[in-house]
């Protein structure tokens, strides 16, 4: 199975995959450690970086659902491209998909998230408020069925609504259609 979690970021995203990856004894696989271990190797952040990261990620998925491992998918997932991406690699890998969409309808609560954040990730920036308001311009919804949990609401409860998901989803394949980039 492949559980994709994903969002703008402060908005718990990441939480959220790492307590389902315990719940389920499931690899969580984040691209912003990826981008930021290319950071640490000395290559520059750019547009090409992040491409990279997902790639990177793209790979190891592939790889390990083919050995038959369950992984969670970390990552905004803002674009088109990623809304297609990771379900083809659920299709050609013929396993079923997990999409959880996390928000924050509260943008004050949202703001201090960001604020107070603070990830070991070394020269990889934070975001700003302005970075997350351009990734809301270019956010491309969800065409497939998705569960939306709002960072409101308790990490425990969003645990178990996102839990009671990924068992709905875990006999349901991959819409037909989508494709890899």
Known sequence: MLIVVS??????????ADRIGQALGAAVLSVDPIEAAMLESGIEQSI?????A?????????ANL????????????????????????????GVSLATIECICSDNELHRSR???RVRALGPFPEPTWDDVERRRQE???????????????????NVAEALAYVAESADNKTPKGTSLP
């Open 114 to 116: 960001l604020k107070e």
């Open 139 to 157: 956010w491309v919804p969800w065409t497939i069925p998705h569960l939306v949990v709002d960072a409101v609401a308790p990490l425990d409860v």
């Open 54 to 62: 997902y790639r990177v990620v793209s790979t190891l998925v592939e």
């Open 7 to 16: 969002g703008l970021p402060g908005t718990g995203k990441s939480a959220l």
């Open 48 to 52: 090409a970086t992040g491409y990279a």
């Open 66 to 93: 083919a050995l038959g491992q369950r992984l969670i998918i970390d990552a905004v997932s803002g674009v088109g491209e990623a809304k297609t991406w990771w379900p083809g690699l659920a299709e050609k890998a």
